[in-house]
T-cell receptor, first 110, second 117 residues
Framework: LAKTTQPISMDSYEGQEVNITCSHNNIATNDYITWYQQFPSQGPRFIIQ???TKVTNEVASLFIPADRKSSTLSLPRVSLSDTAVYYCLVVGDSSYKLIFGSGTRLLVRP | DTAVSQTPKYLVTQMGNDKSIKCEQNLGHDTMYWYKQDSKKFLKIMFS???????INETVPNRFSPKSPDKAHLNLHINSLELGDSAVYFC????????????????FGNGTRLTVT
């Protein structure tokens, strides 16, 4: 099962771009990379998912290099409300157990 | 209007008691899950049901028993509660079931905070 490694925490300021990198060295061919956001006292919320290269939606962008051993979640111009824990998951047909790692706690300061 | 709803939101009980947590989803999803989040914020999957059939059963004490009366409901019953059971329990659902579930985003409820005293 592909395991992920993320920074435990990150600090940023309002208006800045934040990039959170996740390592997944033993990702399998059929695995997808998925990111979730969790606010205090709430369940995780799906942000974005990708397989390779770049995916963009109204919330974030996901960059995946050719070897797919890592991925970067990019949050453009963060605001205070982006303060949350961000989880990177690698999911595939052999790991549909959807294993969450420890996540990255992002603190956005005024 | 809530997509995945859990009840109760808070549950405080004493050791040795039996309690249940209920979960309902109105998204029409095939698969439902129970996760446990401990004090260190690790989210660990406990169970998964696809169309009322158990497909994931992690190493969880048999005091925990999931029950799925229909595709939209997955309840969690816990017998003989212990101090270590204190955690936040999240219910979730996804569109596809079985092996197809891996690329279907999870939709989570807001959790049930269980405190065992």
């Amino acid at each position: 099962l592909a395991k992920t490694t993320q920074p435990i925490s990150m600090d940023s300021y309002e208006g800045q771009e934040v990039n959170i990198t996740c390592s997944h060295n033993n990702i399998a061919t059929n695995d997808y990379i998925t990111w979730y956001q969790q606010f205090p006292s709430q369940g995780p919320r799906f942000i974005i998912q990708g397989y390779k290269t770049k995916v963009t939606n109204e919330v974030a962008s996901l960059f995946i290099p050719a070897d797919r051993k890592s991925s970067t979640l990019s949050l453009p111009r963060v605001s205070l409300s982006d303060t949350a824990v961000y989880y990177c998951l690698v999911v595939g047909d052999s790991s549909y157990k959807l294993i969450f790692g420890s996540g990255t706690r992002l603190l956005v300061r005024p | 209007d809530t997509a995945v709803s859990q009840t109760p939101k808070y549950l405080v009980t004493q050791m040795g008691n039996d309690k249940s947590i209920k979960c309902e989803q109105n998204l029409g999803h095939d698969t439902m899950y129970w996760y446990k989040q401990d004090s260190k914020k690790f989210l660990k999957i406990m169970f998964s049901y696809n169309n009322k059939e158990l497909i994931i059963n992690e190493t969880v004490p048999n005091r925990f028993s999931p029950k799925s009366p229909d595709k939209a409901h997955l309840n969690l019953h816990i017998n003989s509660l212990e101090l270590g059971d204190s955690a936040v329990y999240f219910c979730a659902s996804s569109q596809e079931g079985g092996q197809g579930a891996y690329n279907s985003p999870l939709h989570f409820g807001n959790g049930t905070r269980l405190t065992v005293t």
